[in-house]
């Protein structure tokens, strides 16, 4: 499935949150989303998630305009996980997650074993299977931001929109949450705080005060330059040994 986004722009209060973005995700393509806060990520996240109609431009799937399709049938493709999600504390962990079974349900096709196998597939690879009998109430910042990336899985998207997934994650459960996103095989769109972890990503897309200011692979963009001029620090590279792979390291001007 290929998703494109078409000189989208978005204004809230008279002020330009988005202007003119255009980018194209390929199938399998994990795209990293970094820039300073309130650069437009988030606002972007919604907009291809198909949750925020656009002002100006569009979103096409497979070459069809988003703004014509059902919700229903780009909640078949397209989960996000957002950075504030909700879930009502009076639910189990396992419930939480079979929400995200809601669009492949209707009355012609109730809930099934297939859905039961989706929600125990999720919950196993984000290792939470352990917790699905928990209340909802009960989890810890962490184990909210697994379960909600599970809830996104059980949808079964062929897209997957995930807004800062690592907040709140302890640094073994980041790795195995990066891991995850680079082994689902899905097309992934990841907003990213920590620009070492972007690197892991197939290309970036740099946001800035809502414009698109770079987008390609890590270590052609990622440069001194880049950083001192959206980012406003001063960056250093140092080689790790161990590898060889490039590590950034950051200082104030
Ligand atoms: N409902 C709203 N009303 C007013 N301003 C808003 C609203 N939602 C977002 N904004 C503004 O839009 C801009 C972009 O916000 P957005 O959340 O998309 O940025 P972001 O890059 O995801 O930021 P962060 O890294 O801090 O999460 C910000 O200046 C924010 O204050």
Redesign the pocket.
């Known amino acids: 499935m290929t998703l494109e986004a078409i000189d989208l722009g978005f204004r809230?209060?008279g002020r330009d949150?988005l202007d003119g973005v255009s980018l194209a995700l390929a199938p399998g393509e994990v795209l990293g989303l970094v820039?300073p806060?309130?650069?437009?990520?988030?606002?972007l996240l919604r907009l291809i998630a198909g949750l925020t109609r656009p002002a100006r431009g569009c979103v096409r799937l497979d070459g069809a305009p988003m703004a014509t399709m059902p919700q229903r049938q780009i909640a078949r493709r397209i989960a996000l996980v957002a950075?504030s999600a909700e879930t009502s504390d009076r639910i189990t962990v396992r419930d939480a997650v079979a929400l995200g079974r809601t669009p492949w349900l209707d009355a012609l096709r109730p809930w099934s074993a297939e859905d039961d196998a989706h929600v125990a597939r999720a919950l196993r690879r984000v290792d939470l299977a352990h917790l699905a009998h928990r209340d909802w109430s009960t989890l810890s910042g962490g184990e909210r931001q697994r379960a909600h990336i599970a809830r996104a899985l059980a949808q079964d998207p062929q897209i997957l929109l995930l807004d800062e997934p690592t907040n709140h994650l302890d640094i073994r459960h980041q790795l195995s949450i990066l891991s995850l996103v680079g082994d689902l095989g899905l097309s992934v769109v990841v907003?990213l705080?920590d620009l070492n972890q972007a690197m892991r990503c197939d290309r970036l897309a740099v946001?800035q005060g809502g414009r698109l200011q770079a987008l390609g692979p890590p270590d052609e963009i990622l440069d001194a330059a880049l950083l001192a001029r959206v980012f406003g620090v001063r960056a250093t590279t140092l080689i790790d040994p161990e590898d060889g792979s490039r590590v950034m390291r950051f200082l104030p001007f």
Do not use: P
Not at 37 to 43: I, P, Q
């Open positions: 809230l209060r949150l820039g806060n309130g650069s437009g990520k988030s606002t950075q907003a705080h946001l």
